[in-house]
């Protein structure tokens, strides 16, 4: 097994910047994101839980601590959009908060008290000595707002011993009227049921798939989809097969309060391709029939090396709905960006019938910033059999010092990519450096690539949703140039649209 996460991402982006001179981090920095979540006062880590009461979003997250042997804070940040978030506020679950390795946060079944609207489930190390884990879960209460918080007292019955390890994910399943929680032991999802979040039953669990075996579970997240007729398993992990780094897999099937199970699939799901999605969480308060809402950390746990990067302070991916979609037969999840993104919507350009031979550089006809935006392109594909088709075609950005992010389709080996490799800030980092691909699922005469572009990530979406990749990315200044290729052949675009987008830092309340 690789090293332990926490050492493998205090070496990632998230390192400690000084606070003063010319390392102050802002909301304005280069390389600092402009439209998803992050904070200049501290490492933003894992998110631990999502929910919706009277309109506010309220979203509970780790502090990302480079030490081990330090346990992370926690904090939380509130929203009524999804898109704007104010301040986080340190969050103290009882007063010996320093020994929390992990928590969820549900909203309470238990209404008749206002102030247990919201109850935290804590994985407890009373001494921290890894060789002799004394671990165990401790319950606290708070009222609506989530900040100030009372410890209970009772005890805790699990029916395991409770390890170190332990990423709990808890629902209140209403049909079934219990509390369900999935983790993973032992490399296996196991999952168990509580009627009021004290004593709790183990109901069942779920092996790896033969084929991933050598991959490191790490977390497991159980939630409905439409109504209840289907049910989502998420699975974080750390690859090994297919690919090296970190990705989340999902599985589709049914649940009967007790077990999930899910058809035998012909090819392995993931949530997102790329690189730098990891730890989603479903929000919780949504009305039944609303589709699933989730927001993921915007990192990778294999980077092993960080070169000469500049400070990066993390941050989470645009929040995203899933839906039941079909690709071959079978049944996948579709992911798309929350409506609420229009909000911070300002000038578009949009250029039609566009023939590419080579590089065409259309930097010239875009009058407008070119991140953070959303950027959609239709290329024409019906003739893809012809001799002249290009082998690769896509988008490039590049900036003052010949720094490129290339983001196109292999037609030969049918996949998606996105190029990292020419940027200068990770000549010396093997594991960032690189390009990561995604497999095709277009069998339309028109390939639709849409990306949201800000300063030091793309997050792209592809078939209407049904692959997605996250990766970051770090600059030495701003792109400014923006051209179309394609490589031994032409190709027309149908359409290219740059919608740019406005800071969320911008925003006065």
Same mark, same amino acid.
């Given at each position: 097994m690789k090293q332990s996460i926490y050492i493998l991402f205090a070496l990632v982006f998230f390192v400690s910047c000084k606070k003063n001179g010319n390392d102050a981090v802002s909301e304005s920095s280069l390389n600092y994101p402009k439209i998803h979540y992050s904070s200049t006062n501290h490492n933003v880590g894992a998110p631990v839980s999502l929910l919706f009461q009277n309109g506010i979003y309220s979203l509970f997250y780790k502090e990302f601590k480079s030490d081990k042997k330090v346990v992370c804070p926690t904090y939380l940040t509130t929203s009524k959009d999804l898109i704007h978030w104010q301040t986080a506020q340190p969050v103290a679950f009882f007063k010996n908060d320093l020994n929390i390795l992990n928590r969820t946060v549900v909203l309470n079944s238990q209404k008749s008290d206002p102030q247990k609207t919201l109850a935290a489930l804590l994985v407890v190390d009373p001494d921290k000595n890894e060789e002799n884990s004394n671990c165990y879960f401790k319950l606290s209460y708070s009222d609506i707002q989530g900040i100030i918080w009372t410890e209970s007292e009772d005890k805790i019955e699990f029916p395991l011993k409770v390890k170190n390890d332990f990423n709990p994910s808890v629902i209140w399943v209403e049909n079934h009227k219990k509390w369900i929680m999935s983790i993973v032991d032992d490399q296996v999802v196991k999952i168990f049921s509580s009627l009021d979040l004290k004593k709790w039953k183990f109901e069942s669990s779920i092996d790896k798939e033969l084929q991933y075996t050598a991959n490191i579970w790490l977390k497991a997240t159980l939630f409905p989809l439409n109504n209840g007729d289907n049910w989502v398993m998420l699975v974080d992990q750390e690859f090994v097969n297919?690919?090296? #780094? /970190?990705?989340? $897999?999902? %599985?589709? #099937?049914?649940?009967?309060?007790?077990?999930? *199970?899910?058809?035998?699939?012909s090819k392995s799901h993931w949530l997102d391709y790329g690189k730098d999605n990891i730890y989603n969480v479903v929000c919780a308060g949504l009305p039944a029939n609303a589709n699933p809402t989730v927001i993921g950390w915007k990192n990778n746990i294999d980077y092993t090396m960080i070169g000469s990067m500049k400070p990066f302070w993390g941050s989470f991916t645009i929040p995203r709905t899933l839906m039941l979609d079909e690709y071959s037969g079978e049944k996948v999840l579709a992911s798309q960006l929350v409506k609420s993104l229009s909000i911070i919507e300002s000038k578009s350009i949009s250029l039609q019938d566009l023939d590419v031979t080579e590089n065409l550089d259309i930097s010239k006809r875009i009058t407008i910033p070119l991140t953070p935006s959303v950027i959609t392109i239709k290329f024409k594909t019906s003739e893809k059999t012809r001799l002249t088709f290009p082998a690769r075609y896509g988008i490039q950005f590049e900036n003052d010092k010949f720094e490129k992010l290339i983001v196109g389709y292999d037609a030969f080996k049918e996949w998606y990519f996105v190029d990292r490799?020419?940027?200068?800030?990770?000549?010396?980092? /093997? $594991?960032?450096?690189?390009?990561?691909?995604?497999?095709?699922?277009?069998?339309? /005469? &028109?390939?639709?690539?849409?990306?949201?572009?800000?300063? *030091? *990530?793309?997050?792209? %979406?592809?078939?209407? #949703?049904? $692959? &997605?990749m996250s990766e970051n990315f770090t600059t030495g200044s701003k792109f400014n140039k923006i051209s179309l290729f394609a490589e031994n052949g032409i190709i027309k675009v149908n359409e290219l649209t740059i919608q740019s987008l406005k800071s969320i830092w911008n925003k006065k309340e």
């Open positions: 297919p690919r090296d #780094g /970190s990705s989340i $897999q999902y %599985f589709i #099937g049914t649940f009967d309060g007790k077990s999930f *199970s899910a058809p035998v699939s490799m020419n940027f200068v800030n990770v000549n010396e980092n /093997s $594991q960032f450096k690189g390009m990561d691909v995604m497999p095709s699922y277009n069998s339309y /005469s &028109v390939m639709t690539i849409k990306m949201i572009v800000d300063d *030091s *990530s793309i997050e792209l %979406f592809t078939t209407n #949703g049904k $692959q &997605v």
